[in-house]
C-alpha cells in the first residue's frame, strides 16, 4: 500500500459511506465496485488504479461473471473480482517498500 493522501480514493471513500449507502448497493461484483476502487487506487496511484476502475466498469456484468465465476455471499450471487485478479504482470509484491 502506498503512502500518503489519494484524493481520488478520498473521494471513492465518501461516495461509499455516504452516497452508495443511502443509493443502495448495486455492484454486481465482489468486493464491491467502491471497495475495489479504493484498493486499485492506493495499491497502484492514481493513473494505473483509475485506468484499473474504468476497466472493471466498462467490463462489468455478464461477460466478466463467465471469466470471473461467482460467489454466494448472504443470499446473493456476486462476479468474483478481486483486485489481486487484475493486477498488470509489471506489478510484483517485492518491489513495495
Request: hydrophobic share 35%; aromatic share 12%.
Amino acid at each position: 500500500e502506498r503512502s500518503g493522501f489519494n484524493p481520488a480514493a478520498w473521494l471513492i471513500r465518501i461516495f461509499r459511506d455516504h452516497v452508495s449507502a443511502v443509493d443502495s448497493d448495486r455492484c454486481p461484483s465482489y468486493p464491491s465496485c467502491s471497495h475495489y476502487s479504493v484498493q486499485a487506487l492506493e495499491k497502484h496511484g492514481i493513473i494505473m488504479g483509475w485506468m484499473m476502475v474504468v476497466d472493471r466498469l466498462i467490463h462489468e456484468g455478464a461477460a466478466e461473471e463467465q471469466v470471473s465465476g461467482r460467489v454466494l455471499l448472504n443470499g446473493r450471487y456476486y462476479i468474483h473480482d478481486p483486485l489481486s485478479n487484475n493486477d498488470f504482470w509489471w506489478y510484483r509484491p517485492d518491489d513495495e517498500e
